[in-house]
């Protein structure tokens, strides 16, 4: 077991690394394959509680497909 927390922890290590190195010393194309993907499921995973919170959504109608406008010619 202790070789194996030795293993890992080694892993951990270099991976963080290795990605504070990419971070420091390229960060455009660490931004578009690391950073973009985890921020944008962020803002999707908390998206309904913002925009219910600053008011920015609505309650879907019921029958979705009828017309609003109905004898508004």
Do not use: H, N, Q
Not at 29 to 48: D, E, H, L
């Amino acid at each position: 077991m202790a070789d194996f927390l030795t293993w890992a922890g080694s892993l951990v290590t270099a991976v963080a690394l290795a990605l504070w190195a990419w971070r420091r010393w390229a960060p455009v194309s660490f931004w578009y394959v690391i950073g973009f993907p985890i921020r944008a499921v962020a803002i999707y995973g908390t998206w309904r509680a913002v925009a219910s919170g600053c008011g920015l959504s609505k309650r879907r109608r019921r029958w979705r497909w009828t017309l609003p406008g109905w004898g508004a010619e």
